[in-house]
């Protein structure tokens, strides 16, 4: 397992975005943190980052929002309102979990049995009103050349 840890000023977000863009092993990314932490804040740095033009909020009561990059796409969820797997599976969650897109994925352990074994994970704390703790996890020891990210990125 590799882990990076660091703690950011929100003023500093879009270089963090780009440093971990450049340490991402897998499409498939977990935002943890608690309201408020700056998940959907930092998702819109990455997409900033993978030079994305659309505007960027957050899918509280969509629970999916697809944007646009070159070559690609973003799928950046919120599952904070699902209550339930079959919720999940009712708007066709396999679908997205075998494609080759990207996903962003906030309040995932509300759906942790469906979360592809091959993901990377980014846990986001308060430290005050301009800085954030952030941890990065990727279980590289999952990964082989076969499931390696080996195209571009973006």
């Not at 091959?118 to 986001?124: G, K, N, P």
């Amino acid at each position: 397992m590799k882990t990076v840890a660091s703690t950011y000023n929100l003023q500093q977000i879009d270089s963090v975005a780009s440093d971990i863009l450049k340490q991402l092993e897998f499409k498939v990314v977990v935002f943890n943190g608690d309201m408020g932490t700056g998940k959907t804040t930092l998702i819109k740095a990455l997409l900033k980052a993978m030079n994305s033009n659309d505007v960027v909020n957050s899918p509280t009561f969509a629970i999916v929002n697809e944007y646009s990059i070159p070559n690609d796409k973003v799928y950046h969820f919120d599952f904070y309102r699902i209550e339930s797997l079959e919720e999940a599976f009712n708007f066709g969650i396999e679908d997205y979990m075998n494609s080759d897109h990207w996903l962003f994925i906030e309040w995932a352990d509300r759906i942790a049995p469906l979360l592809p074994e091959l993901h990377s994970t980014i846990d986001i704390t308060v430290v005050d009103e301009e800085n954030r703790s952030l941890k990065l996890t990727i279980e590289n020891e999952l990964l082989t050349e076969h499931n390696a990210m080996t195209a571009p990125k973006f």
